[in-house]
């Protein structure tokens, strides 16, 4: 199954000062093919970007990955997200509910070091 990756995964990828083990969980992705994003991931990415190494290897990411739209289908089940959470106590942030929501209108698996896309989880529980 394909796997969105989210930017709490990426940046261990990316920087030589990543955590190994998140690096190869992303790495086995890549090598498997199975690794993807979203615009949300993708920018938020850019906006981090510190050297050229880094510009380097998203510009082959952009030709390699699949990138899975951010539809009005996954605006509606995010703003349904927010709304739930909030109710709930729980908020998180805009990227992380239009990323949680792509993952699961698109039907993919979410790969995230990110305690937020846990919090969603339980709401759609």
């Not at 990756?5 to 990426?10: A, K, M, N, T």
């Not at 199975?34 to 380097?56: F, H, I, Q, Y």
């Not at 951010?70 to 239009?98: F, K, M, N, Q, Y």
Request: proline letters at 3%; charged letters at 25%; aromatic letters at 6%.
């Amino acid at each position: 199954m394909v796997v969105l990756v989210d930017s709490s995964l990426w940046v261990h990828q990316l920087r030589k000062r990543g955590e190994p083990v998140q690096r190869d969980r992303v790495n086995a992705l890549l090598e498997s093919g199975l690794a993807a994003w979203c615009p949300p991931v993708r920018l938020e990415l850019w906006r981090g970007v510190t050297n050229d190494s880094e510009r380097k290897a998203l510009r082959q990411y952009e030709k390699l990955l699949l990138d899975y739209e951010i539809s009005s289908d996954v605006w509606e089940h995010a703003i349904r997200l927010a709304d739930h959470g909030r109710a709930s106590g729980v908020t998180a942030p805009l990227a992380d509910l239009l990323i949680f929501a792509c993952a699961k209108i698109h039907g993919l698996d979410l790969a995230h070091d990110d305690t937020h896309f846990d919090q969603l989880a339980t709401l759609e529980a």
